[in-house]
């Protein structure tokens, strides 16, 4: 008890008077020093549930609870102004609030469970298990997680769950009860696949726990190539502000475990964003092992299917072209011939008409041998 007054008179240090106009410096000095203050605390409370828990009572391990929530709350608050104040290092003070929440997540679970073990209920407790009441703190309830919610809300969603659990200390629950507590929060569809793979038993943290199933479900149903292929492919919306479009991208990134990627996978990622024939990515898309040798085997033959079909065409095409051509000569003979105008003879023009008499050919002065004058 006396080392946690000593740590609890050591929060004094506070966030500097000018916070008001904060800058990178003093708000750096300030999560150094929570950050050693937390870490203190975490050193001490882990001391005291392995070698002195025999002296401890539950109100000095609520309290221990307590100051490590307490400072990481401080750090978490520092986080987030120092990450306005210096945006490029912004993922380094993520990374450093993470490990922050997963020890000190680690010591109150311990410090939870190690609080049982200093209470054993009480025969009549057993028997009367509902004479005893617990208020939740509903303040970081999170919302209902859909089954259609993306994987990276999936992840915001079991960060807050994290939250909600902690703050209520239910490690101190019944199984039941975590699971009661844990259910309600999914949507109808996500809580019917999720209990599926559940048992009476199954707790909610853990190796195929209750998260580590609702995990499972959500990258089934994104596959880690639809997880990189959302990476390669996102791009600023109009009205995204960069910065929030950078955050999202930094989030993306976890989901889709760039750091292990090859050289050739890269390599196809960039292939298969670049194309700009929908009906080749689907192809694509389809192959069962999306290597840089199968997806060029894969071109090459929707290419090569591309020219015959257009060879076929061709052809198709040309004999259009000569039934055009021969049409209108098929009318041309079939067409009906045109009338015939009576020509009327001039009466201008006088014409001449030798006889076939010989006496008119006497009269005419012709000779009646050749008809000629």
Not at 25 to 30: K, R
Not at 37 to 52: E, Q
Request: hydrophobic fraction near 30%; charge should be positive; aromatic fraction near 6%.
């Amino acid at each position: 008890m006396a080392s946690r007054h000593m740590e609890s008179s050591e929060s004094t240090c506070m966030i500097p008077q000018n916070m008001s106009s904060p800058t990178v410096e003093n708000t750096s000095a300030s999560l150094r020093s929570y950050r050693s203050h937390l870490s203190r605390v975490i050193n001490s409370s882990n001391k005291a549930i392995t070698d002195y828990i025999d002296s401890q009572d539950p109100t000095s391990l609520v309290e221990r609870k307590e100051d490590i929530r307490k400072y990481f709350r401080k750090i978490e608050s520092l986080t987030l102004i120092i990450q306005d104040l210096d945006p490029l290092n912004a993922s380094k003070y993520d990374a450093d609030l993470t490990k922050d929440g997963e020890r000190s997540d680690e010591v109150i679970h311990a410090l939870s469970k190690a609080a049982k073990t200093v209470t054993m209920p009480t025969a009549d407790s057993r028997r009367h298990p509902g004479t005893f009441s617990r208020r939740i703190n509903e303040s970081l309830k999170p919302a209902i997680l859909s089954k259609d919610a993306s994987p990276t809300e999936m992840r915001h969603w079991i960060d807050a769950f994290k939250s909600y659990y902690s703050s209520n200390d239910m490690d101190s629950f019944s199984v039941q009860e975590r699971q009661s507590y844990f259910k309600i929060l999914l949507d109808v569809d996500l809580r019917t696949r999720i209990m599926a793979k559940m048992s009476d038993d199954t707790d909610v943290f853990g190796n195929d726990g209750c998260i580590d199933l609702l995990e499972k479900d959500f990258l089934a149903r994104y596959p880690l190539f639809s997880r990189r292929l959302d990476f390669f492919q996102s791009q600023q919306r109009p009205g995204q502000a960069f910065t929030d479009f950078l955050a999202k991208l930094k989030e993306m990134s976890k989901l889709a475990d760039l750091e292990k990627l090859s050289v050739e996978e890269i390599f196809v990622f960039c292939a298969l964003r670049g194309t700009t024939d929908s009906d080749l990515l689907d192809d694509l898309l389809e192959l069962q092992d999306k290597t840089l040798k199968d997806i060029e085997n894969a071109a090459s033959l929707y290419e090569s299917k591309l020219v015959s079909r257009s060879k076929l065409n061709a052809a198709n095409n040309g004999n259009d072209k000569v039934m055009r051509i021969s049409a209108p000569n098929q009318r041309r003979y079939n067409a009906k011939p045109k009338p015939k105008h009576d020509v009327k003879p001039d009466s201008s023009k006088s014409t001449f008409k030798r006889p076939t008499t010989v006496r008119g050919m006497k009269e005419q002065g012709l000779c009646t041998r050749c008809g000629r004058n």
